[in-house]
Protein backbone atom coordinates (compact mmCIF):
# COMPACT_ATOMS: atom_id res chain seq x y z
CA UNK A 1 0.00 0.00 0.00
CA UNK A 2 2.88 2.40 0.78
CA UNK A 3 0.76 3.44 3.80
CA UNK A 4 3.69 4.87 6.18
CA UNK A 5 3.19 6.58 9.20
CA UNK A 6 5.86 9.87 10.16
CA UNK A 7 5.44 10.46 14.26
CA UNK A 8 6.46 13.92 13.99
CA UNK A 9 7.45 16.89 11.81
CA UNK A 10 11.46 16.94 12.00
CA UNK A 11 10.57 20.91 12.48
CA UNK A 12 7.87 20.86 14.67
CA UNK A 13 8.14 24.83 15.03
CA UNK A 14 7.03 25.06 10.99
CA UNK A 15 4.27 24.31 9.26
CA UNK A 16 3.98 24.08 5.76
CA UNK A 17 1.67 26.08 3.72
CA UNK A 18 0.81 28.86 6.01
CA UNK A 19 -2.67 29.88 6.04
CA UNK A 20 -3.24 33.07 4.36
CA UNK A 21 -6.36 34.85 6.35
CA UNK A 22 -8.59 36.43 3.93
CA UNK A 23 -10.35 39.96 4.52
CA UNK A 24 -13.15 38.95 6.06
CA UNK A 25 -11.13 36.92 8.65
CA UNK A 26 -8.62 39.86 9.26
CA UNK A 27 -11.89 41.97 9.95
CA UNK A 28 -13.67 38.85 12.52
CA UNK A 29 -9.78 38.93 14.40
CA UNK A 30 -10.88 42.71 14.75
CA UNK A 31 -13.47 42.32 16.62
CA UNK A 32 -12.57 38.99 18.71
CA UNK A 33 -9.82 42.09 19.65
CA UNK A 34 -12.67 44.44 20.38
CA UNK A 35 -14.52 41.61 22.29
CA UNK A 36 -11.94 40.71 24.18
CA UNK A 37 -11.33 44.13 25.81
CA UNK A 38 -14.89 44.31 26.52
CA UNK A 39 -15.09 40.94 28.70
CA UNK A 40 -11.87 42.12 30.17
CA UNK A 41 -13.56 45.18 31.54
CA UNK A 42 -16.12 43.54 33.55
CA UNK A 43 -16.10 42.85 37.14
CA UNK A 44 -17.63 40.02 38.21
CA UNK A 45 -18.96 38.24 34.90
CA UNK A 46 -21.43 34.69 34.68
CA UNK A 47 -19.43 32.22 32.47
CA UNK A 48 -22.01 29.94 30.96
CA UNK A 49 -21.24 27.26 28.47
CA UNK A 50 -22.24 24.39 26.90
CA UNK A 51 -21.80 20.61 28.17
CA UNK A 52 -20.03 19.09 25.11
CA UNK A 53 -16.31 19.20 24.19
CA UNK A 54 -16.24 22.43 22.54
CA UNK A 55 -18.88 23.96 24.91
CA UNK A 56 -16.39 22.85 27.86
CA UNK A 57 -13.21 24.13 25.72
CA UNK A 58 -14.80 27.33 25.62
CA UNK A 59 -15.51 27.77 28.79
CA UNK A 60 -12.06 26.52 29.91
CA UNK A 61 -10.46 29.42 27.68
CA UNK A 62 -12.77 32.28 29.54
CA UNK A 63 -12.43 31.41 33.11
CA UNK A 64 -8.70 30.69 32.23
CA UNK A 65 -8.01 34.38 30.80
CA UNK A 66 -10.11 35.81 33.77
CA UNK A 67 -7.72 34.03 36.07
CA UNK A 68 -4.80 35.55 34.93
CA UNK A 69 -6.37 38.48 34.55
CA UNK A 70 -6.97 38.17 38.17
CA UNK A 71 -10.61 38.91 37.64
CA UNK A 72 -13.33 37.09 39.79
CA UNK A 73 -16.45 35.47 37.95
CA UNK A 74 -18.61 32.84 38.36
CA UNK A 75 -19.36 29.53 35.75
CA UNK A 76 -22.10 27.40 34.62
CA UNK A 77 -22.70 24.47 32.51
CA UNK A 78 -25.76 23.81 30.81
CA UNK A 79 -27.37 21.28 28.38
CA UNK A 80 -29.88 23.96 26.55
CA UNK A 81 -30.35 27.17 26.44
CA UNK A 82 -34.31 27.62 27.01
CA UNK A 83 -36.43 30.00 28.78
CA UNK A 84 -35.47 28.43 32.37
CA UNK A 85 -32.34 29.45 31.98
CA UNK A 86 -32.62 33.12 30.56
CA UNK A 87 -35.54 33.44 33.81
CA UNK A 88 -32.65 32.61 36.23
CA UNK A 89 -30.43 34.47 34.49
CA UNK A 90 -32.16 37.40 33.76
CA UNK A 91 -30.96 39.81 36.80
CA UNK A 92 -27.42 39.10 35.87
CA UNK A 93 -25.30 42.30 35.03
CA UNK A 94 -22.49 40.20 32.94
CA UNK A 95 -22.65 37.63 31.27
CA UNK A 96 -20.97 35.31 28.82
CA UNK A 97 -22.30 32.63 26.74
CA UNK A 98 -19.94 29.79 24.97
CA UNK A 99 -21.35 27.71 22.54
CA UNK A 100 -24.63 28.66 22.65
CA UNK A 101 -26.64 31.84 23.04
CA UNK A 102 -26.72 32.61 19.09
CA UNK A 103 -29.43 30.59 18.23
CA UNK A 104 -32.20 32.44 20.83
CA UNK A 105 -33.44 35.62 20.44
CA UNK A 106 -34.56 35.60 24.09
CA UNK A 107 -31.50 36.70 25.05
CA UNK A 108 -32.08 40.39 23.77
CA UNK A 109 -34.25 40.34 26.86
CA UNK A 110 -31.52 40.01 28.98
CA UNK A 111 -30.65 43.53 30.69
CA UNK A 112 -27.04 43.23 31.52
CA UNK A 113 -23.70 43.38 29.37
CA UNK A 114 -24.02 40.06 27.38
CA UNK A 115 -21.10 38.57 25.23
CA UNK A 116 -22.06 35.54 22.94
CA UNK A 117 -19.26 33.60 21.56
CA UNK A 118 -21.29 31.36 19.29
CA UNK A 119 -20.69 29.33 16.11
CA UNK A 120 -23.53 27.49 15.41
CA UNK A 121 -26.82 29.09 13.28
CA UNK A 122 -27.85 32.45 14.36
CA UNK A 123 -30.59 34.71 13.72
CA UNK A 124 -32.43 37.89 15.21
CA UNK A 125 -29.86 38.32 18.01
CA UNK A 126 -29.01 41.50 18.92
CA UNK A 127 -26.51 41.83 21.53
CA UNK A 128 -22.48 41.49 21.18
CA UNK A 129 -21.83 38.18 19.16
CA UNK A 130 -18.66 36.87 18.28
CA UNK A 131 -19.65 34.21 15.68
CA UNK A 132 -17.90 33.07 12.81
CA UNK A 133 -20.95 32.51 10.42
CA UNK A 134 -21.58 36.59 10.78
CA UNK A 135 -18.01 36.69 8.81
CA UNK A 136 -19.00 34.16 5.84
CA UNK A 137 -16.85 31.87 8.09
CA UNK A 138 -18.64 28.32 8.63
CA UNK A 139 -19.20 27.84 12.25
CA UNK A 140 -19.47 24.13 11.00
CA UNK A 141 -16.24 23.18 9.38
CA UNK A 142 -13.96 26.55 9.73
CA UNK A 143 -14.00 27.63 13.46
CA UNK A 144 -15.57 25.50 15.97
CA UNK A 145 -16.77 27.49 19.37
CA UNK A 146 -13.19 26.67 21.12
CA UNK A 147 -11.64 28.64 17.96
CA UNK A 148 -13.60 31.66 18.08
CA UNK A 149 -12.84 31.85 22.01
CA UNK A 150 -9.19 31.52 21.33
CA UNK A 151 -9.12 34.59 18.94
CA UNK A 152 -10.78 36.49 21.43
CA UNK A 153 -8.36 35.71 24.35
CA UNK A 154 -4.98 33.73 22.95
CA UNK A 155 -4.31 31.32 25.55
CA UNK A 156 -5.01 27.69 25.88
CA UNK A 157 -4.21 27.06 22.46
CA UNK A 158 -4.61 23.12 22.70
CA UNK A 159 -7.72 23.59 24.53
CA UNK A 160 -9.21 25.06 21.25
CA UNK A 161 -7.91 22.38 19.17
CA UNK A 162 -9.39 19.50 21.05
CA UNK A 163 -12.83 21.78 21.42
CA UNK A 164 -12.31 21.63 17.52
CA UNK A 165 -12.03 17.93 16.90
CA UNK A 166 -14.83 17.59 19.55
CA UNK A 167 -16.81 19.04 17.36
CA UNK A 168 -15.95 16.54 14.48
CA UNK A 169 -14.24 19.59 12.54
CA UNK A 170 -11.24 17.10 12.20
CA UNK A 171 -9.13 17.48 9.94
CA UNK A 172 -8.86 21.49 10.94
CA UNK A 173 -8.96 23.76 7.79
CA UNK A 174 -9.84 27.62 7.66
CA UNK A 175 -9.63 29.67 10.09
CA UNK A 176 -9.14 26.36 12.50
CA UNK A 177 -5.99 25.55 10.76
CA UNK A 178 -4.74 29.36 11.62
CA UNK A 179 -5.87 28.70 15.30
CA UNK A 180 -3.50 25.35 15.09
CA UNK A 181 -0.55 27.32 13.39
CA UNK A 182 -0.34 29.85 16.59
CA UNK A 183 -0.42 26.30 18.76
CA UNK A 184 2.80 24.86 16.57
CA UNK A 185 4.75 27.90 16.58
CA UNK A 186 4.24 28.21 20.15
CA UNK A 187 5.42 25.31 20.94
CA UNK A 188 2.20 23.62 22.63
CA UNK A 189 1.08 21.60 19.54
CA UNK A 190 2.71 19.20 17.19
CA UNK A 191 1.33 17.77 14.06
CA UNK A 192 1.54 13.76 13.70
CA UNK A 193 0.95 12.20 10.62
CA UNK A 194 0.11 8.59 12.02
CA UNK A 195 -2.68 5.62 12.45
CA UNK A 196 -6.15 7.56 13.18
CA UNK A 197 -6.94 4.22 15.60
CA UNK A 198 -7.64 6.23 19.16
CA UNK A 199 -5.90 6.02 21.69
CA UNK A 200 -1.99 6.11 20.31
CA UNK A 201 -0.76 7.23 23.48
CA UNK A 202 -3.35 6.10 26.30
CA UNK A 203 -4.15 2.67 25.59
CA UNK A 204 -2.22 -0.51 25.81
CA UNK A 205 -1.24 -2.03 22.27
CA UNK A 206 -3.53 -4.72 22.09
CA UNK A 207 -6.76 -2.60 23.60
CA UNK A 208 -5.40 -0.31 20.98
CA UNK A 209 -6.46 -2.22 18.37
CA UNK A 210 -8.83 -4.92 19.75
CA UNK A 211 -11.20 -1.79 20.24
CA UNK A 212 -10.81 0.49 17.38
CA UNK A 213 -13.76 0.13 15.08
CA UNK A 214 -12.82 3.37 12.95
CA UNK A 215 -12.11 1.41 10.08
CA UNK A 216 -13.37 -1.89 11.16
CA UNK A 217 -10.77 -4.13 10.76
CA UNK A 218 -12.28 -7.56 9.14
CA UNK A 219 -10.87 -10.63 12.17
CA UNK A 220 -8.86 -7.68 14.16
CA UNK A 221 -11.47 -5.09 15.54
CA UNK A 222 -13.33 -7.30 19.03
CA UNK A 223 -11.36 -10.01 18.17
CA UNK A 224 -8.26 -10.91 20.59
CA UNK A 225 -6.87 -13.92 18.90
CA UNK A 226 -6.79 -11.91 15.41
CA UNK A 227 -5.04 -8.36 17.73
CA UNK A 228 -2.41 -10.93 19.35
CA UNK A 229 -1.26 -12.65 16.10
CA UNK A 230 -1.34 -9.08 13.97
CA UNK A 231 1.29 -8.10 16.87
CA UNK A 232 3.52 -11.30 16.87
CA UNK A 233 3.36 -11.31 13.33
CA UNK A 234 4.75 -7.84 13.20
CA UNK A 235 7.69 -9.34 15.42
CA UNK A 236 6.27 -6.56 18.22
CA UNK A 237 7.72 -8.05 21.97
CA UNK A 238 5.22 -8.10 24.42
CA UNK A 239 6.39 -6.00 27.56
CA UNK A 240 4.54 -7.62 30.65
CA UNK A 241 5.11 -8.36 34.52
CA UNK A 242 2.79 -10.24 35.95
CA UNK A 243 0.74 -13.12 34.95
CA UNK A 244 -2.26 -13.48 32.32
CA UNK A 245 -4.82 -11.32 33.67
CA UNK A 246 -2.23 -8.42 34.31
CA UNK A 247 -0.25 -8.80 30.85
CA UNK A 248 -2.93 -6.84 29.03
CA UNK A 249 -2.41 -4.03 30.81
CA UNK A 250 1.30 -3.97 30.35
CA UNK A 251 1.59 -3.73 26.67
CA UNK A 252 3.56 -0.87 25.27
CA UNK A 253 1.48 2.19 23.66
CA UNK A 254 1.44 1.78 20.15
CA UNK A 255 2.99 5.59 20.92
CA UNK A 256 6.26 3.94 21.88
CA UNK A 257 6.54 2.02 19.40
CA UNK A 258 9.25 2.74 17.05
CA UNK A 259 9.11 4.29 13.03
CA UNK A 260 9.52 0.46 11.78
CA UNK A 261 7.42 -0.92 14.03
CA UNK A 262 4.45 1.59 13.48
CA UNK A 263 5.24 0.86 10.07
CA UNK A 264 4.56 -2.80 9.88
CA UNK A 265 1.46 -2.34 11.89
CA UNK A 266 0.02 -0.36 9.32
CA UNK A 267 0.76 -1.86 6.53
CA UNK A 268 -0.80 -5.29 7.86
CA UNK A 269 -4.14 -3.32 8.77
CA UNK A 270 -4.01 -2.19 5.31
CA UNK A 271 -3.67 -5.35 3.74
CA UNK A 272 -5.92 -7.01 5.69
CA UNK A 273 -8.99 -4.26 4.40
CA UNK A 274 -7.37 -4.39 1.16
CA UNK A 275 -8.13 -8.35 0.78
CA UNK A 276 -11.51 -7.44 2.52
CA UNK A 277 -12.79 -5.36 -0.94
CA UNK A 278 -11.99 -2.46 1.91
CA UNK A 279 -9.42 -0.12 -0.31
CA UNK A 280 -11.55 3.11 0.49
CA UNK A 281 -10.80 2.23 4.17
CA UNK A 282 -7.19 1.61 3.89
CA UNK A 283 -6.58 4.73 2.33
CA UNK A 284 -8.04 6.77 5.53
CA UNK A 285 -6.09 4.59 8.11
CA UNK A 286 -3.36 7.09 8.12
CA UNK A 287 -3.98 11.11 8.87
CA UNK A 288 -3.53 14.05 10.69
CA UNK A 289 -3.43 14.13 14.45
CA UNK A 290 -2.27 16.74 17.32
CA UNK A 291 -0.38 16.35 20.46
CA UNK A 292 0.26 18.44 23.41
CA UNK A 293 4.05 17.81 24.39
CA UNK A 294 2.98 19.80 27.29
CA UNK A 295 0.89 17.81 29.13
CA UNK A 296 1.56 14.37 30.44
CA UNK A 297 2.45 11.82 27.72
CA UNK A 298 0.12 8.49 28.54
CA UNK A 299 -2.58 10.81 29.53
CA UNK A 300 -5.73 11.12 27.98
CA UNK A 301 -5.17 14.70 27.37
CA UNK A 302 -2.23 14.56 25.24
CA UNK A 303 -3.78 13.77 22.15
CA UNK A 304 -6.12 16.20 21.07
CA UNK A 305 -8.94 13.31 19.97
CA UNK A 306 -8.15 11.50 23.13
CA UNK A 307 -8.65 14.88 25.38
CA UNK A 308 -11.86 15.40 23.25
CA UNK A 309 -13.94 12.07 24.18
CA UNK A 310 -12.80 13.26 28.00
CA UNK A 311 -14.40 15.84 27.85
CA UNK A 312 -17.20 14.57 26.29
CA UNK A 313 -17.44 11.80 29.07
CA UNK A 314 -17.24 14.53 31.89
CA UNK A 315 -20.12 16.62 29.84
CA UNK A 316 -22.16 13.89 28.90
CA UNK A 317 -22.80 12.31 32.41
CA UNK A 318 -22.81 15.51 34.53
CA UNK A 319 -19.79 16.78 35.23
CA UNK A 320 -19.19 19.34 32.65
CA UNK A 321 -17.20 21.12 35.71
CA UNK A 322 -14.17 18.22 35.75
CA UNK A 323 -13.33 18.53 32.59
CA UNK A 324 -13.06 22.19 32.36
CA UNK A 325 -10.64 21.60 35.71
CA UNK A 326 -8.87 19.24 33.55
CA UNK A 327 -8.39 22.00 30.60
CA UNK A 328 -7.40 24.44 32.85
CA UNK A 329 -4.72 21.47 34.74
CA UNK A 330 -1.78 22.39 32.08
CA UNK A 331 0.73 21.73 35.24
CA UNK A 332 -0.61 18.37 36.14
CA UNK A 333 -1.36 19.05 39.54
CA UNK A 334 -5.19 18.92 39.68
CA UNK A 335 -4.67 14.97 40.05
CA UNK A 336 -8.15 14.60 41.43
CA UNK A 337 -9.85 15.78 38.13
CA UNK A 338 -8.08 13.52 35.95
CA UNK A 339 -8.55 10.42 38.20
CA UNK A 340 -12.44 11.66 38.07
CA UNK A 341 -12.67 12.58 34.70
CA UNK A 342 -10.63 8.95 33.94
CA UNK A 343 -13.71 6.74 35.46
CA UNK A 344 -16.09 9.18 33.70
CA UNK A 345 -14.36 7.99 30.72
CA UNK A 346 -14.55 4.06 31.42
CA UNK A 347 -18.34 5.01 31.90
CA UNK A 348 -18.65 6.61 28.89
CA UNK A 349 -16.93 3.97 26.79
CA UNK A 350 -18.96 1.10 27.78
CA UNK A 351 -22.62 3.15 27.48
CA UNK A 352 -21.41 3.97 23.82
CA UNK A 353 -20.36 0.62 23.07
CA UNK A 354 -23.85 -0.91 24.50
CA UNK A 355 -25.35 2.51 22.40
CA UNK A 356 -23.94 1.64 18.98
CA UNK A 357 -24.90 -2.55 19.55
CA UNK A 358 -28.11 -1.46 20.64
CA UNK A 359 -28.24 1.31 17.03
CA UNK A 360 -27.28 -1.74 14.77
CA UNK A 361 -30.27 -3.83 15.56
CA UNK A 362 -32.89 -1.27 15.91
CA UNK A 363 -32.28 1.89 13.39
CA UNK A 364 -35.69 1.76 11.27
CA UNK A 365 -36.15 3.47 7.68
CA UNK A 366 -38.85 6.24 8.08
CA UNK A 367 -38.43 7.42 4.16
CA UNK A 368 -36.90 10.95 4.61
CA UNK A 369 -34.49 10.03 7.52
CA UNK A 370 -33.44 6.88 9.58
CA UNK A 371 -34.73 6.68 12.80
CA UNK A 372 -33.27 5.87 16.21
CA UNK A 373 -35.58 5.18 19.36
CA UNK A 374 -33.24 4.77 22.03
CA UNK A 375 -36.05 5.78 24.37
CA UNK A 376 -35.06 3.70 27.86
CA UNK A 377 -32.08 2.26 26.16
CA UNK A 378 -29.57 5.53 25.24
CA UNK A 379 -28.72 8.26 27.26
CA UNK A 380 -30.19 11.69 26.45
CA UNK A 381 -26.08 12.81 26.68
CA UNK A 382 -25.33 10.23 24.22
CA UNK A 383 -28.10 9.70 21.41
CA UNK A 384 -26.25 12.34 19.11
CA UNK A 385 -22.67 10.63 19.31
CA UNK A 386 -24.18 6.98 18.98
CA UNK A 387 -26.43 8.72 15.79
CA UNK A 388 -23.14 9.98 14.03
CA UNK A 389 -21.40 6.81 14.76
CA UNK A 390 -23.44 4.95 12.81
CA UNK A 391 -24.35 7.02 9.97
CA UNK A 392 -22.44 5.70 7.16
CA UNK A 393 -20.48 8.00 5.54
CA UNK A 394 -22.16 7.07 1.92
CA UNK A 395 -25.64 7.29 3.11
CA UNK A 396 -28.53 8.83 0.99
CA UNK A 397 -30.51 10.26 4.17
CA UNK A 398 -29.66 11.88 7.56
CA UNK A 399 -30.54 9.96 10.85
CA UNK A 400 -32.55 10.75 13.57
CA UNK A 401 -32.18 9.64 17.16
CA UNK A 402 -34.62 10.11 20.08
CA UNK A 403 -34.10 9.68 24.01
CA UNK A 404 -35.83 10.50 27.00
CA UNK A 405 -34.69 14.18 28.04
CA UNK A 406 -35.12 16.45 31.04
CA UNK A 407 -38.82 17.43 32.29
CA UNK A 408 -39.71 21.08 31.46
CA UNK A 409 -39.56 23.62 33.92
CA UNK A 410 -43.50 22.76 34.39
CA UNK A 411 -42.24 19.07 35.12
CA UNK A 412 -44.34 18.15 31.54
CA UNK A 413 -42.20 15.33 29.85
CA UNK A 414 -39.45 16.21 27.31
CA UNK A 415 -37.85 14.34 24.21
CA UNK A 416 -34.52 15.02 23.10
CA UNK A 417 -33.70 14.87 19.73
CA UNK A 418 -30.34 14.69 18.04
CA UNK A 419 -29.77 14.61 14.26
CA UNK A 420 -26.34 14.01 11.78
CA UNK A 421 -25.76 14.14 8.41
CA UNK A 422 -23.34 13.48 6.20
CA UNK A 423 -21.25 15.45 3.66
CA UNK A 424 -23.19 14.28 0.51
CA UNK A 425 -26.25 15.13 2.50
CA UNK A 426 -25.01 18.41 2.40
CA UNK A 427 -24.27 18.52 -0.93
CA UNK A 428 -27.95 18.30 -1.52
CA UNK A 429 -29.37 20.79 -0.40
CA UNK A 430 -29.73 19.28 3.78
CA UNK A 431 -29.48 21.67 6.20
CA UNK A 432 -30.35 20.20 9.99
CA UNK A 433 -30.35 23.24 12.11
CA UNK A 434 -32.68 25.00 10.05
CA UNK A 435 -34.52 21.75 9.56
CA UNK A 436 -35.05 21.14 13.31
CA UNK A 437 -35.47 24.94 14.09
CA UNK A 438 -38.12 25.30 11.65
CA UNK A 439 -39.53 22.24 12.55
CA UNK A 440 -39.75 23.00 16.46
CA UNK A 441 -40.97 26.70 15.77
CA UNK A 442 -44.23 24.88 13.76
CA UNK A 443 -45.27 22.56 16.44
CA UNK A 444 -45.93 24.22 19.91
CA UNK A 445 -44.64 26.08 22.50
CA UNK A 446 -42.14 24.45 24.68
CA UNK A 447 -40.08 23.24 21.69
CA UNK A 448 -36.80 24.21 20.89
CA UNK A 449 -34.31 23.48 18.11
CA UNK A 450 -31.66 24.33 16.38
CA UNK A 451 -27.77 23.40 15.52
CA UNK A 452 -25.17 22.96 12.29
CA UNK A 453 -26.00 21.97 8.74
CA UNK A 454 -24.38 18.14 9.33
CA UNK A 455 -25.82 18.26 13.13
CA UNK A 456 -28.62 19.32 15.32
CA UNK A 457 -30.43 18.83 18.15
CA UNK A 458 -34.01 19.67 19.87
CA UNK A 459 -36.13 19.22 22.83
CA UNK A 460 -39.48 18.51 22.15
CA UNK A 461 -42.69 17.77 24.17
CA UNK A 462 -43.45 14.01 24.63
CA UNK A 463 -47.13 14.32 23.30
CA UNK A 464 -45.53 16.15 20.22
CA UNK A 465 -42.83 13.93 18.94
CA UNK A 466 -44.41 12.65 15.94
CA UNK A 467 -45.98 15.63 14.92
CA UNK A 468 -42.45 16.50 14.78
CA UNK A 469 -41.16 13.62 12.96
CA UNK A 470 -43.51 14.34 10.23
CA UNK A 471 -42.55 17.45 9.90
CA UNK A 472 -39.12 17.38 9.93
CA UNK A 473 -39.66 14.46 7.04
CA UNK A 474 -41.50 17.46 5.46
CA UNK A 475 -38.78 19.96 5.93
CA UNK A 476 -36.19 17.60 5.14
CA UNK A 477 -38.07 16.75 1.99
CA UNK A 478 -38.30 20.32 0.86
CA UNK A 479 -34.76 21.27 1.34
CA UNK A 480 -33.62 18.48 -1.19
CA UNK A 481 -36.55 19.40 -3.57
CA UNK A 482 -35.51 23.00 -3.52
CA UNK A 483 -31.81 22.29 -3.69
Known sequence: ???????????????????????NETEFLERCAEARKVALSFKNPLVIHHFDADGISSGAIVQTAFRNAGIKYRAKWIKKLDDKIIEEVHSEQEIIFCDLGGGNKRVNELSGDVLIIDHHQTEGVEKLQINPLLFGIDGGDELSSAGATFCIFRNDVDVAITGAVGDMQHPLKGMNRWVLEQGV????????????????????????????????????????????????????????????????????????????????????????????????????LVGESYVFPHREQGSETYEASEFSTLLNACGRHGKAEIGVRVCMNGDGKDTEAMMTAHSLLLHHRKMIRDGISFAKENVQ???????????????????????????????????????????????K??????????????????????????????????????????????????EKINEFLTRMGESLDKQRKNE
Open 1 to 23: MGIKPVTRSQNPGAIDNMYELKP
Open 365 to 411: DLGKFYFLDGRGKIDEGIIGIICGMWLHPMAKKPVLGVSDGEPAADG
Open 413 to 462: PMIKISSRANRLLLAEGVNLGIAIKETCEGIAHGAIGGGHRIAAGASVPK
Open 185 to 284: QSGRVVIENDLRFYGRYSRPLLQFLLYSDDPYVPGISYNEEGAKKLIADCGINQKENGNEETARENWQKYGELNENEKRKIVSALAEILMRNGMANKAKT
